[in-house]
Protein backbone atom coordinates (compact mmCIF):
# COMPACT_ATOMS: atom_id res chain seq x y z
CA UNK A 1 0.00 0.00 0.00
CA UNK A 2 2.21 3.39 -1.34
CA UNK A 3 2.01 6.43 1.02
CA UNK A 4 -0.46 9.00 -0.47
CA UNK A 5 0.49 12.21 -1.79
CA UNK A 6 -0.78 13.66 1.17
CA UNK A 7 0.88 17.24 0.81
CA UNK A 8 -0.08 17.54 -2.79
CA UNK A 9 -3.72 18.12 -2.10
CA UNK A 10 -5.17 19.17 0.92
CA UNK A 11 -7.05 17.57 2.76
CA UNK A 12 -10.54 18.74 4.38
CA UNK A 13 -10.50 16.65 8.08
CA UNK A 14 -13.76 17.82 10.44
CA UNK A 15 -12.99 18.20 13.48
CA UNK A 16 -15.75 17.44 15.55
CA UNK A 17 -14.43 17.48 18.99
CA UNK A 18 -15.58 21.12 21.03
CA UNK A 19 -15.02 20.08 24.82
CA UNK A 20 -16.63 22.29 27.32
CA UNK A 21 -14.38 22.60 30.09
CA UNK A 22 -16.75 24.54 32.55
CA UNK A 23 -18.05 23.84 36.15
CA UNK A 24 -20.45 21.63 34.67
CA UNK A 25 -17.25 19.37 33.62
CA UNK A 26 -15.84 19.17 36.64
CA UNK A 27 -19.61 17.89 37.73
CA UNK A 28 -19.62 15.20 35.27
CA UNK A 29 -16.45 14.18 36.03
CA UNK A 30 -17.17 13.19 39.30
CA UNK A 31 -20.33 12.02 38.99
CA UNK A 32 -18.86 9.40 36.28
CA UNK A 33 -15.46 8.41 38.86
CA UNK A 34 -18.93 7.58 41.73
CA UNK A 35 -20.76 5.81 39.16
CA UNK A 36 -17.95 3.53 38.04
CA UNK A 37 -16.70 3.10 41.39
CA UNK A 38 -20.13 2.05 42.82
CA UNK A 39 -21.02 0.37 39.74
CA UNK A 40 -17.51 -1.43 39.82
CA UNK A 41 -18.16 -2.84 43.38
CA UNK A 42 -21.91 -4.35 42.83
CA UNK A 43 -19.89 -6.79 39.76
CA UNK A 44 -17.23 -7.43 42.09
CA UNK A 45 -20.36 -9.03 44.24
CA UNK A 46 -21.62 -10.65 41.01
CA UNK A 47 -18.46 -12.04 39.72
CA UNK A 48 -17.12 -13.42 42.81
CA UNK A 49 -20.57 -15.43 43.63
CA UNK A 50 -20.34 -16.58 39.97
CA UNK A 51 -16.89 -17.54 40.47
CA UNK A 52 -18.03 -19.38 43.89
CA UNK A 53 -20.98 -21.27 42.39
CA UNK A 54 -18.44 -22.49 39.58
CA UNK A 55 -16.41 -23.92 41.79
CA UNK A 56 -19.37 -26.63 42.30
CA UNK A 57 -18.17 -29.85 40.41
CA UNK A 58 -21.08 -31.47 40.24
CA UNK A 59 -23.09 -28.44 38.26
CA UNK A 60 -25.34 -28.96 36.16
CA UNK A 61 -23.78 -28.22 32.55
CA UNK A 62 -26.89 -25.67 31.34
CA UNK A 63 -26.73 -24.14 34.74
CA UNK A 64 -22.66 -23.65 34.70
CA UNK A 65 -22.87 -22.50 31.30
CA UNK A 66 -25.82 -19.70 32.19
CA UNK A 67 -23.40 -18.66 35.16
CA UNK A 68 -20.70 -18.36 32.84
CA UNK A 69 -22.79 -15.27 30.40
CA UNK A 70 -23.34 -14.08 34.01
CA UNK A 71 -19.51 -13.70 35.34
CA UNK A 72 -18.45 -12.89 31.54
CA UNK A 73 -21.23 -10.52 31.38
CA UNK A 74 -20.28 -8.67 34.83
CA UNK A 75 -16.20 -8.40 33.40
CA UNK A 76 -17.31 -7.08 30.38
CA UNK A 77 -19.54 -4.47 32.41
CA UNK A 78 -16.34 -3.55 34.34
CA UNK A 79 -14.38 -3.01 31.41
CA UNK A 80 -16.89 -0.85 29.68
CA UNK A 81 -16.90 1.32 32.94
CA UNK A 82 -13.17 1.38 32.79
CA UNK A 83 -13.04 2.99 28.68
CA UNK A 84 -16.53 5.12 29.89
CA UNK A 85 -14.02 6.87 32.45
CA UNK A 86 -11.23 7.79 29.65
CA UNK A 87 -13.98 8.63 27.12
CA UNK A 88 -15.82 10.91 29.74
CA UNK A 89 -12.18 12.63 29.77
CA UNK A 90 -11.09 11.38 33.15
CA UNK A 91 -7.86 9.82 32.57
CA UNK A 92 -4.75 11.74 33.97
CA UNK A 93 -2.61 13.16 30.94
CA UNK A 94 1.08 14.11 31.57
CA UNK A 95 2.92 16.13 28.71
CA UNK A 96 6.19 15.38 27.63
CA UNK A 97 8.80 15.62 24.76
CA UNK A 98 8.10 12.08 22.75
CA UNK A 99 10.90 11.30 19.27
CA UNK A 100 8.63 9.51 17.36
CA UNK A 101 11.55 7.74 15.90
CA UNK A 102 12.18 5.94 19.39
CA UNK A 103 8.88 5.49 20.60
CA UNK A 104 6.62 4.23 17.00
CA UNK A 105 9.29 0.97 17.14
CA UNK A 106 8.26 0.22 21.14
CA UNK A 107 4.73 0.17 20.06
CA UNK A 108 5.17 -1.47 16.75
CA UNK A 109 4.67 -4.69 18.76
CA UNK A 110 1.07 -4.03 20.05
CA UNK A 111 0.01 -2.44 16.55
CA UNK A 112 1.61 -5.13 14.36
CA UNK A 113 -0.53 -7.53 17.11
CA UNK A 114 -4.09 -5.59 16.21
CA UNK A 115 -3.37 -5.56 12.31
CA UNK A 116 -2.56 -9.42 12.03
CA UNK A 117 -5.41 -10.06 14.61
CA UNK A 118 -7.42 -8.18 11.53
CA UNK A 119 -5.38 -10.74 8.70
CA UNK A 120 -3.84 -7.07 7.18
CA UNK A 121 -0.43 -6.52 7.27
CA UNK A 122 0.71 -3.43 9.56
CA UNK A 123 2.55 -0.68 7.77
CA UNK A 124 4.18 2.61 8.61
CA UNK A 125 5.79 5.30 6.84
CA UNK A 126 7.71 8.11 8.34
CA UNK A 127 9.44 11.25 7.41
CA UNK A 128 13.12 10.90 9.32
CA UNK A 129 12.98 14.65 10.11
CA UNK A 130 9.79 13.95 12.14
CA UNK A 131 10.43 16.57 15.23
CA UNK A 132 9.57 15.50 18.84
CA UNK A 133 5.86 15.78 20.15
CA UNK A 134 4.74 17.17 23.41
CA UNK A 135 2.37 14.02 24.33
CA UNK A 136 1.49 11.72 26.90
CA UNK A 137 3.54 8.06 25.50
CA UNK A 138 1.13 6.07 27.34
CA UNK A 139 -2.15 8.36 26.11
CA UNK A 140 -0.64 8.57 22.32
CA UNK A 141 -0.49 4.75 22.27
CA UNK A 142 -3.88 4.32 23.43
CA UNK A 143 -5.14 6.67 20.88
CA UNK A 144 -2.72 4.82 18.26
CA UNK A 145 -3.89 1.68 19.09
CA UNK A 146 -7.76 2.47 19.03
CA UNK A 147 -7.14 4.06 15.05
CA UNK A 148 -5.31 1.09 13.98
CA UNK A 149 -7.66 -1.17 15.17
CA UNK A 150 -10.61 0.28 13.63
CA UNK A 151 -8.62 0.46 10.30
CA UNK A 152 -7.03 -2.98 10.44
CA UNK A 153 -10.56 -4.47 11.42
CA UNK A 154 -12.28 -2.46 8.30
CA UNK A 155 -9.34 -3.74 6.02
CA UNK A 156 -9.68 -7.20 7.39
CA UNK A 157 -13.30 -7.38 6.87
CA UNK A 158 -13.09 -6.23 3.38
CA UNK A 159 -9.90 -7.55 2.07
CA UNK A 160 -7.70 -4.04 2.13
CA UNK A 161 -4.65 -2.66 3.61
CA UNK A 162 -3.88 -0.26 6.07
CA UNK A 163 -0.85 1.67 6.78
CA UNK A 164 0.50 4.93 9.18
CA UNK A 165 2.23 8.17 7.87
CA UNK A 166 3.35 10.32 9.63
CA UNK A 167 4.30 13.94 8.18
CA UNK A 168 7.13 16.34 9.59
CA UNK A 169 5.72 19.72 10.07
CA UNK A 170 4.62 21.32 6.66
CA UNK A 171 4.63 18.49 4.95
CA UNK A 172 0.72 18.37 5.09
CA UNK A 173 -0.96 20.82 2.54
CA UNK A 174 -2.92 23.44 4.46
CA UNK A 175 -1.14 22.23 7.50
CA UNK A 176 0.07 23.57 10.53
CA UNK A 177 3.85 24.35 10.63
CA UNK A 178 4.01 23.73 14.52
CA UNK A 179 1.92 20.16 14.14
CA UNK A 180 3.39 17.00 13.23
CA UNK A 181 0.44 15.00 11.68
CA UNK A 182 -0.03 11.49 11.25
CA UNK A 183 -2.60 9.44 8.91
CA UNK A 184 -4.04 6.31 9.98
CA UNK A 185 -5.69 4.82 6.98
CA UNK A 186 -7.44 1.82 5.19
CA UNK A 187 -9.01 0.91 2.04
CA UNK A 188 -12.24 -0.79 1.66
CA UNK A 189 -15.70 0.18 2.32
CA UNK A 190 -15.98 3.55 2.59
CA UNK A 191 -17.57 5.46 6.13
CA UNK A 192 -21.97 6.56 4.86
CA UNK A 193 -21.82 9.86 4.29
CA UNK A 194 -24.44 10.09 6.80
CA UNK A 195 -21.80 8.54 9.66
CA UNK A 196 -19.33 10.56 9.11
CA UNK A 197 -20.74 13.34 11.48
CA UNK A 198 -20.73 10.58 14.48
CA UNK A 199 -17.77 8.47 14.23
CA UNK A 200 -16.59 9.94 17.30
CA UNK A 201 -19.75 9.74 19.61
CA UNK A 202 -19.72 7.42 22.44
CA UNK A 203 -21.41 4.10 21.87
CA UNK A 204 -22.14 4.64 18.14
CA UNK A 205 -21.07 1.26 16.24
CA UNK A 206 -22.63 -0.27 13.03
CA UNK A 207 -20.27 -3.75 14.37
CA UNK A 208 -21.68 -6.53 16.32
CA UNK A 209 -22.93 -6.83 19.62
CA UNK A 210 -19.96 -7.06 20.76
CA UNK A 211 -18.20 -4.00 20.23
CA UNK A 212 -19.19 -1.04 22.94
CA UNK A 213 -18.37 1.84 20.28
CA UNK A 214 -16.67 3.78 22.17
CA UNK A 215 -13.13 3.65 20.76
CA UNK A 216 -12.82 6.13 18.68
CA UNK A 217 -14.68 7.98 21.27
CA UNK A 218 -11.57 7.71 23.47
CA UNK A 219 -9.43 8.42 20.78
CA UNK A 220 -11.13 11.45 20.47
CA UNK A 221 -11.08 12.87 24.08
CA UNK A 222 -7.31 11.60 24.79
CA UNK A 223 -6.65 13.97 21.54
CA UNK A 224 -8.22 16.99 23.04
CA UNK A 225 -6.84 16.14 26.59
CA UNK A 226 -3.32 16.57 24.77
CA UNK A 227 -3.76 19.57 22.57
CA UNK A 228 -4.16 17.82 19.65
CA UNK A 229 -6.57 17.57 16.74
CA UNK A 230 -8.54 14.77 15.30
CA UNK A 231 -10.71 14.23 12.55
CA UNK A 232 -11.71 11.70 9.87
CA UNK A 233 -12.17 11.61 5.83
CA UNK A 234 -14.05 8.63 4.04
CA UNK A 235 -13.50 8.85 0.11
CA UNK A 236 -12.45 6.62 -3.20
CA UNK A 237 -12.45 3.27 -1.19
CA UNK A 238 -10.11 4.83 1.53
CA UNK A 239 -10.75 6.04 4.95
CA UNK A 240 -8.12 7.99 6.95
CA UNK A 241 -8.08 9.11 10.35
CA UNK A 242 -6.18 11.84 10.98
CA UNK A 243 -3.91 12.88 14.28
CA UNK A 244 -2.23 16.78 14.40
CA UNK A 245 0.18 16.79 17.39
CA UNK A 246 1.99 19.82 18.71
CA UNK A 247 5.58 19.73 18.58
CA UNK A 248 7.55 19.75 21.70
Not at 129 to 152: F, G, R, Y
Not at 221 to 242: D, K, P
Request: charged letters at 20%; one cysteine or more.
Amino acid sequence: MESPQIASGEFHFADYLALDESLTRQYFDGLLRGLAHKSNNLLAVVQGFSTLILMQDDLDPTVRENIEHIKEAGQNSSRLFERILTAGGCATVTLQPIQLGEFLPMAQGSLTEVCEKNGVNFQLNMEPSVPQLAADATKLKEILLELVSNAAEAAGTAGGEMAVDVLAPGQTAGGDPERVDIFVRNTGAEIPVDHMDKVFKPFFTTKESDHFGIGLAIAGVLAHQMGMRIGAQSANNTTTFWLSCPVS
